[in-house]
């Protein structure tokens, strides 16, 4: 009986070290980010711009729909502490995800260049 209650509190001490290198992380990613877009209204809120074009925005949606079933947070259009702004950031995983619809691969690269280093970049064709 021993054995297990010790079982049982080491598996509660290792869930509870890992909860706190999640919200680490995720406090680290979401510094990197303007305070006026880190405000808790803006996370897990599905945000577009009307110029934006519909094949566009469908995918963004569609991409913070599979984050949410993840129970992944993130922002989306974040702007970063640079100006630089994102489609969608996962603060969970520190991951920026940019929709290509009209971009040339140029432009995308100087796009990219400004975001913050620790970010890794997935490229969305559509």
Do not use: W
């Not at 680490?24 to 979401?30: I, K, P, S």
């Not at 729909?65 to 970063?80: C, P, Q």
Request: charged share 35%; proline share 1%.
């Amino acid at each position: 009986m021993r054995q297990s209650q010790l079982r049982c509190k080491q598996r509660a001490y290792e869930n509870h070290i890992e909860r706190l290198k999640e919200k680490y992380l995720y406090r680290e990613n979401l510094n990197l980010v303007r305070f006026s877009n880190r405000c808790g209204t803006h996370i897990n809120c599905f945000r577009f711009n009307l110029s934006e074009d519909l094949k566009h925005i469908y995918k963004k949606l569609e991409i913070c729909i599979n984050l949410m079933n993840k129970n992944h947070k993130f922002i989306t259009e974040g702007i970063f502490e640079n100006g630089s702004r994102c489609d969608i950031l996962d603060l969970t995983e520190g991951v920026v995800y940019e929709i290509m619809n009209s971009e040339n691969e140029r432009r995308f690269r100087e796009k990219v260049k400004s975001y913050p280093e620790k970010f890794e970049i997935i490229k969305i064709k559509i």
